[in-house]
């Protein structure tokens, strides 16, 4: 049986890939990464998923990662990317160019499902949550393991404005901020979502978390423990492989731990149970 799945993660400056071996979260083969292409539109970073999907020579299904809400496999929301993507059923354009089967999701979601299973999440209980400090913030909440998906704790309001705007990684460096004034304005922005959800474990990822010792000990007024993300850059890639796992059981027996939808996929547990909840309606 596959225990490998191709996991690819869109962001903003590189398109990622790699297969991961699914039982300890390593690539099996050097990742490959391809530019963004500049505007970010559907259509050509649907070509560069297929360049991709051609250099591993992969002929099954593949995980990638948006950064935005994804329902259904559409794009419902596009704040660091083209607008073009909204409304889009993304998982099914990339599907037809690259021609094979993908399951779509959050990239922060991918992120977050990732270090649960392998790196600084794993093996925790309770509410768990998992932030990626980038060009934007995005976020992965967890109940006991299980991801709530989409949730978008990158813009609450902090100051009138969206946290992403004052407390992501780029916000740092476009402000020119040092260490320590950041980590004020990240404190504020902690406090504030701890007040909300109340997390046993903030885990925090993002190229920035390599930097941590600069300002997480300078973090103050959260209770939660905090702490680095491990996985870092690859974190996305290795829940998008994940991610097509779960909705693909009979080929990588995988367990399916949260909603993933396959364009094109014929079966998986969720749509299954989709299928007979919609027939039970339709008996009613
Ligand atoms: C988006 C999130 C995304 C995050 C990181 C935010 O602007 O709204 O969906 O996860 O950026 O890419």
Redesign the pocket.
């Known amino acids: 049986m596959a225990r490998e799945m191709l996991g690819i993660d869109i ?2 400056s590189g398109i990622k890939g790699a297969p991961v071996d699914l039982s300890d979260g390593s690539f099996t083969r050097d990742r490959f990464r391809i530019a963004t292409p500049h505007p970010a539109r559907p259509k050509p970073v649907a070509k560069v998923l297929a360049r991709i999907v051609e250099h591993f020579g992969w002929d099954g299904p593949v995980g990638v990662t ?4 994804v329902i259904d496999g559409v794009a419902m ?4 990317v083209s607008r073009r993507w909204l409304g889009v059923d993304a998982a099914s354009l990339l599907a037809d160019v690259t021609g094979r089967e993908i399951t779509l999701l ?4 991918a992120a977050g499902v990732a270090e649960l299973r392998f790196g600084a999440g794993r093996d925790r209980r309770g509410t768990v949550v998992l932030l ?1 400090l ?6 992965a909440l967890f109940t006991d393991g299980v991801l709530v998906p ?1 949730t ?1 704790f ?2 609450l309001q902090i100051d009138g404005k969206d946290a ?1 705007v004052r407390a ?1 990684a780029k916000a740092r460096t476009e402000d020119n901020l040092g260490w320590s004034t950041w980590a004020k304005r990240l404190s504020a922005y902690l406090a504030h979502l701890e007040a909300l959800i109340s997390p046993s474990l903030i885990i925090v990822g ?1 190229g920035v978390s390599r930097k941590s010792e600069h300002f997480l000990p300078r973090i103050t007024g959260v209770r939660a423990e905090i702490v680095p993300a491990q996985l870092v850059n690859n974190a996305g890639i290795v829940g998008a492989a994940m991610a097509a796992a779960a909705a693909h059981p009979a080929q990588t027996a995988e367990p399916a731990p949260y909603a993933v939808r396959a364009a094109g996929a014929t079966g998986g547990p969720q749509r299954e149970r989709g299928t007979a909840e919609a027939a039970r309606r339709n008996a009613r």
């Open positions: 962001g903003g948006y950064p935005g809400v929301s596009a704040a660091n959050n990239d922060a979601d990626t980038g060009t934007g913030i995005g976020s989409n978008e990158g813009h992403e992501s993002g």
